[in-house]
């Protein structure tokens, strides 16, 4: 069975500055892999997805993630961070061949400031 | 973007009642999911749904939960009775298909209803 890791409850970054933040999967197989982010009282949104072929994957509002496969991670990305990034952050991973179905990290909480 | 919506965004009621939750999913979406997040936890995937069959159901979804889209209206989630462990905050999802191209698998989220049962 597949599992997602998210080390960090909660990240703090000054309003420009880069961003990390960590995830890690556990699948035999190949991987489909997701950021999603949720802000309050809101559904999740997709920031990006992976699926097999370039490592390095774009998403929305300049967020990027690399998958690595020898470390079984997929980390988040920004170079920049907006007072706006402040959110809920979690990363999620469903299987080829499967029903769908995500299996979520813990998530991560983004503050943000100034 | 498409957008779904749940009702009520939250629901308390006493434990043993009967509750139903309502999802209105992205309209000409075909696969429906529903999803259950316990306060500082991780969501947790419940069951998802197809062609009026659950397709799979992880074992969060008891012998008291049951899910239904009759004739395209609302996906609900009914429970019962309800128990106090299932206070949680419930989020539906749907998407256009499953695997294969996967743009048509991307699952879109509702902003959940928060269940507490007393």
């Known amino acids: 069975a597949q599992s997602v890791t998210q080390p960090d409850a909660r990240v703090t970054v000054s309003e420009g500055a880069s961003l990390q933040l960590r995830c890690k999967y556990s699948?035999?197989?190949?991987?489909?892999l997701f950021w999603y982010v949720q802000y309050p009282r809101q559904g999740l949104q997709l920031l990006l997805k992976?699926?097999?072929?370039?490592?390095v994957v774009q998403g929305v509002n300049g967020f990027e993630a690399e998958f690595s496969k020898s470390n079984s991670s997929f980390h988040l990305r920004k170079a920049s961070v907006h007072w706006s990034d402040w959110a809920v952050y979690f990363c999620a991973v469903s299987t080829t061949g499967g029903n769908n179905k995500l299996t979520f990290g813990q998530g991560t909480v983004l503050s943000v400031i100034p | 973007g498409p957008k779904v919506l749940q009702i009520p965004s939250h629901q308390i009621i006493d434990m043993g009642q009967m509750v139903t939750l309502n999802c209105d999913p992205v309209?000409?979406?075909?696969?429906f999911y529903w999803y259950k997040q316990i306060l500082g936890q991780q969501m947790e995937f419940l069951v998802n749904?197809?062609?009026?069959?659950?397709?799979?159901k992880s074992k969060l979804f008891k012998d008291q939960f049951s899910v239904e889209r009759p004739d395209g209206s609302y996906f609900t989630l009914k429970i019962q009775p309800t128990a106090l462990e299932d206070s949680a905050v419930y989020f539906c999802?749907?998407?256009?298909?499953?695997?294969?191209?996967?743009?048509?698998?991307?699952?879109?989220f509702g902003p959940g209803t928060r269940l507490t049962v007393l």
């Open positions: 999802a749907s998407s256009l298909g499953l695997g294969g191209l996967y743009n048509y698998a991307e699952q879109f």
């Open positions: 699948y035999f197989g190949t991987p489909y």
């Open positions: 309209s000409n979406h075909l696969y």
């Open positions: 992976y699926y097999p072929g370039d490592p």
């Open positions: 749904f197809y062609n009026g069959k659950v397709m799979e």
